[in-house]
T-cell receptor, first 116, second 111 residues
Framework: GAVVSQHPSWVICKSGTSVKIECRSL??????MFWYRQFPKQSLMLMAT?????????EQGVEKDKFLINHASLTLSTLTVTSAHPEDSSFYIC????????????FGPGTRLTVL | GQQVMQIPQYQHVQEGEDFTTYCNSS?????IQWYKQRPGGHPVFLIQ?????EVKKQKRLTFQFGEAKKNSSLHITATQTTDVGTYFC???????????FGQGTRLTINP
């Protein structure tokens, strides 16, 4: 199956700093990627849809100025958590559908963010 | 917004026992997907159900989609320790490819 990578796999940062997380589709192109957040022992919550070449679409309640998304190429989307606070500590996961119009999605391994 | 309710939240079984998790929606689902997430891992796609009343099997796993397309279930026969993890159902929002996940059922197994 298709492979999606994320970098870094984990990061610890100080409160007030910004953290960038990369999501790459390794063997396929993805015009759309999705970013999810998962708190411990909870479900995945969709944060935003990353669209190649255009602005991301954010879900209700997600601050677009805090969670900056850039989809600069057909294989890379980045999520930047700006001015991170302890409550932003979570597991961030991206996903990408392999082909346009196909519903199967492939998830990255996730990035565990801890804000001190 | 749309929401898929999943039960139970937790299930602990003895190895060899069966396990079932259920998803219910108040609205008709276009389709439903099932994922497995191992502890510390990421969701891995298991299957997609599209047709009313559809039943699909993968070895010891049986997936069903209700006749009204408002509920779905995942049944594991004779659980093994490798089945440990959290099982999520997810609705695919038509046309948007977005997934709305159920709350998940965390399965633990006593060997």
């Amino acid at each position: 199956g298709a492979v999606v990578s994320q970098h870094p796999s984990w990061v610890i940062c100080k409160s007030g700093t910004s953290v960038k997380i990369e999501c790459r589709s390794l063997d396929f192109q993805a015009t759309t990627m999705f970013w999810y957040r998962q708190f411990p022992k909870q479900s995945l919550m969709l944060m935003a849809t990353s669209n190649e070449g255009s602005k991301a679409t954010y879900e209700q309640g997600v601050e677009k100025d805090k969670f900056l998304i850039n989809h600069a190429s057909l294989t890379l989307s980045t999520l930047t958590v700006t001015s991170a606070h302890p409550e932003d500590s979570s597991f961030y996961i991206c996903s990408a559908p392999e082909l346009a119009g196909i519903d199967t999605q492939y998830f990255g391994p996730g990035t565990r963010l801890t804000v001190l | 917004g749309q929401q898929v309710m999943q039960i139970p939240q937790y299930q602990h079984v003895q190895e060899g026992e069966d396990f079932t998790t259920y998803c219910n929606s108040s609205t008709t689902l276009s389709n439903i997907q099932w994922y497995k997430q191992r502890p510390g891992g990421h969701p891995v796609f298991l299957i997609q159900l599209v047709k009313s009343g559809e039943v699909k099997k993968q070895k010891r796993l049986t997936f069903q989609f209700g006749e009204a397309k408002k509920n779905s279930s995942l049944h594991i026969t004779a659980t093994q320790t490798t089945d440990v993890g959290t099982y999520f159902c997810a609705e695919v929002l038509q046309g948007a490819q977005k997934l709305v996940f159920g709350q998940g059922t965390r399965l633990t197994i006593n060997p």
